[in-house]
T-cell receptor
Framework: EPEVTQTPSHQVTQMGQEVILRCVPI?????FYWYRQILGQKVEFLVS????????KSEIFDDQFSVERPDGSNFTLKIRSTKLEDSAMYFC???????????FGNGTRLTVT | AQKITQTQPGMFVQEKEAVTLDCTYD???????LFWYKQPSSGEMIFLIY??????QNATEGRYSLNFQKARKSANLVISASQLGDSAMYFC????????????FGKGTSLLVTP
């Protein structure tokens, strides 16, 4: 069964550094998402991307965050200058059209020191 | 704005018993979708079941069923014949009609299945 792939599984970075989290969504999916989950807390929506542009974003997704789909397969989340509070599990997800569910990757655990 | 509420932070159930995980929601949208996801200790998010706001029948997927009561704005997950492997966090989520189809999640319920 096709799946969403995220790399790396764990990334450690120093405060103030830029990080790029990478995702390969399911190939025929149309909608792409980033979510984050701070340890022990709920899964929070960051951004959705459709037709090569952001379709929705949350208050968390401020100017420090950006997303890109540089080619036909990858979907990236960039954090320009990481803060300690950015430490979380970041999930990429994709979906087909209509009422289909979101399919999540296994996540990237980001630790900012 | 949408709101998802899961009032049970933790639940215990004995193996082979059924368990109900509660989820209530609040929305002014007429068209919406309700989802349940399972998150085992390994961390991945696994889709379990979906209910559309216009669906007249309660959704079922194997041992999972969704008790959808639209007037009460509740969408409880029922797991029948619990198995040890069902021990996990369970998240209720809602999709609104906005173009991005993003899901908003509740805080989750931790389920522990005991032998």
């Amino acid at each position: 069964e096709p799946e969403v792939t995220q790399t790396p599984s764990h990334q450690v970075t120093q405060m103030g550094q830029e990080v790029i989290l990478r995702c390969v969504p399911i190939s025929n999916h149309l909608y792409f998402y980033w979510y984050r989950q701070i340890l022990g807390q709920k899964v929070e929506f960051l951004v959705s991307f459709y037709n090569n542009e952001i379709s929705e974003k949350s208050e968390i997704f401020d100017d420090q965050f950006s997303v890109e789909r540089p080619d036909g397969s990858n979907f990236t989340l960039k954090i320009r200058s990481t803060k300690l509070e950015d430490s979380a599990m970041y999930f990429c997800a994709s979906k087909d059209r209509g009422n289909s569910p979101l399919h999540f990757g296994n996540g990237t655990r980001l630790t900012v020191t | 704005a949408q709101k998802i509420t899961q009032t049970q932070p933790g639940m215990f159930v004995q193996e082979k018993e059924a368990v109900t995980l509660d989820c209530t929601y609040d929305t002014s949208d007429q068209s919406y979708g309700l989802f349940w996801y399972k998150q085992p200790s390994s961390g991945e998010m696994i889709f379990l079941i979906y209910q559309g706001s216009y669906d007249e029948q309660n959704a079922t997927e194997g041992r999972y069923s969704l008790n959808f009561q639209k007037a009460r704005k509740s969408a409880n997950l029922v797991i029948s014949a619990s198995q040890l492997g069902d021990s996990a966090m369970y998240f209720c989520a809602m999709r609104g009609p906005k173009s991005g189809y993003a899901l908003n999640f509740g805080k989750g319920t931790s389920l522990l299945v005991t032998p």
